[in-house]
């Protein structure tokens, strides 16, 4: 199971970090991703980061603003993100599969994600 946390109301500009805990389970040799969904729209890949950490991957819709991250001893993985703009408002999702990163939805566990919402 997979559960995200730190979602919330901010305003445009402001910073915001989401995590992504592993429960009953980890995270080895898995890569985590996180996606969002606003009202209306289809689910869409922001990030993602292989097992080690290495060569964390980014949709060109968020690159220099969020950063992926992960403490695989905590079991968690992280999304930092900053100067949010009112069009990040979604649902975010992060999800883990075995083996690399894919931009597509094909990750076997899901969390039931985290509301961000950003007023202007």
């Known amino acids: 199971q997979l559960v995200e946390s730190g979602g919330g109301l901010v305003q445009a500009g402001d910073s915001l970090r989401l995590s992504c805990a592993a429960s009953?389970?980890?995270?080895?040799?898995?890569?985590v991703g996180w996606f969002r969904q606003a009202p209306g729209k289809e689910r869409e890949f922001l990030a993602g980061v292989f097992w080690n950490g290495g060569n964390p991957y980014y949709a060109d819709s968020v690159k220099g603003r969020f950063t992926i991250s992960r403490d695989n001893a905590k079991n968690t993985v992280y999304l930092q993100m900053a100067s949010l703009k009112p069009e990040d408002t979604a649902v975010y999702y992060c999800?883990?599969?075995?083996?690399?990163?894919?931009?597509?939805?094909?990750?076997?566990?899901w969390g039931q994600g985290t509301q961000v919402t950003v007023s202007s």
């Open positions: 999800a883990s599969r075995p083996g690399v990163v894919t931009t597509s939805r094909d990750y076997s566990y």
């Open positions: 009953g389970r980890t995270f080895e040799l898995h890569s």
